[in-house]
Nanobody, 114 residues
Framework: VQLVESGGGLVQPGGSLRLSCAAS????????VRWYRQAPGKEREWVAG????????NYADSVKGRFTISKDNAMKTVYLQMSSLKPEDTAVYYC????????WGQGTQVTVSS
């Protein structure tokens, strides 16, 4: 069983990144997925969530209107499209799958800096 995040990196303020979370080893289509992030010295915080078939989507107020979560069950992948990035978006981003069991990915670093 694996969740593997990718797509992080260094981006200037106002820029965009798309994170991916690829799943394997479990029936991904039965699982809702959330993105969390953790900045240095801070607690992990929830960013966005999507239900198993994408019918329900929610965002933290801090990213609403800037981030878009989507889920491709055929590709077993969840995406987080991040736009209008701010320095305060700098963090390690994790995906989390919840269903019959729960799984965490290892995280991908996003740094927003000029």
């Amino acid at each position: 069983v694996q969740l593997v995040e990718s797509g992080g990196g260094l981006v200037q303020p106002g820029g965009s990144l798309r994170l991916s979370c690829a799943a394997s080893g479990f029936t991904f289509s039965y699982y809702g997925v959330r993105w969390y992030r953790q900045a240095p010295g801070k607690e992990r915080e929830w960013v966005a969530g999507i239900s198993s078939h994408g019918g329900m989507i929610n965002y933290a107020d801090s990213v609403k209107g800037r981030f878009t979560i989507s889920k491709d069950n055929a590709m077993k992948t969840v995406y987080l499209q991040m736009s209008s990035l701010k320095p305060e978006d700098t963090a390690v981003y994790y995906c989390y799958a919840q269903g019959a069991s729960t799984y965490w990915g290892q995280g991908t670093q996003v740094t927003v800096s000029s």
